[in-house]
């Protein structure tokens, strides 16, 4: 029996970060299909499925930076916590933001888990690697 892959939306502006995410999850055991939403909007109508977004798939995980345009990741993250049909979704904060403050708002807002971002690249794939071990192999995901 073949299981479906996991969906993960990545919701990052920095094409980078975006790259080595999906470099990242290839390199791992469990199959994925990533969707990128490069700002904040973009995710909330993903998320909704509004406009182009209307057939999109609903997420297993959403990888959610802070540092996002348009609406940031506190505000997307309050937005999904809210509503009934999004709020189980495992929210991680992918962040290079280390402020106590964000921190703490994320986890107001009940962020599922809050990672910052290795600098280096590897330390960078190692722990994308350990996001999808815990989250899409130890852990039971709402279907």
């Known amino acids: ?9 990545l919701v990052e502006d920095n094409e980078g970060d975006i ?8 390199e791992s055991r469990v199959q994925t299909e990533i969707s990128v939403a490069r700002n904040g909007q973009e995710a909330l109508d993903f998320l909704f499925k509004r406009g182009a977004y209307k057939e999109a798939k609903k997420p297993d995980l959403v990888l959610l930076d802070i540092n996002i345009p348009i609406f ?6 309050m937005k999904i916590k809210a ?7 495992p929210i991680i904060m ?12 994320a986890y107001i807002n009940h962020c599922n888990s809050y990672v910052k971002k290795p600098l280096e690249m590897e330390d960078f794939l190692n722990a994308i690697l350990k996001i ?8 039971t995901l709402d279907n």
């Not at 029996?1 to 939306?9: E, G, R, S, W, Y």
């Not at 080595?20 to 290839?26: I, M, N, S, V």
């Not at 509503?83 to 979704?89: D, F, H, M, S, V």
Request: no cysteine; net charge negative.
């Open 132 to 139: 999808e071990e815990f989250w899409l192999q130890l852990s």
């Open 19 to 26: 790259l080595l995410t999906k470099e990242a999850f290839e």
């Open 83 to 89: 509503n009934e049909q999004l709020k189980k979704i």
């Open 1 to 9: 029996m073949k299981l479906n892959p996991a969906h993960i939306l």
């Open 94 to 105: 992918l962040t290079t933001s280390s402020n106590p403050k964000d921190i703490d708002t």
């Open 72 to 77: 940031n990741g506190h505000e997307v993250l």
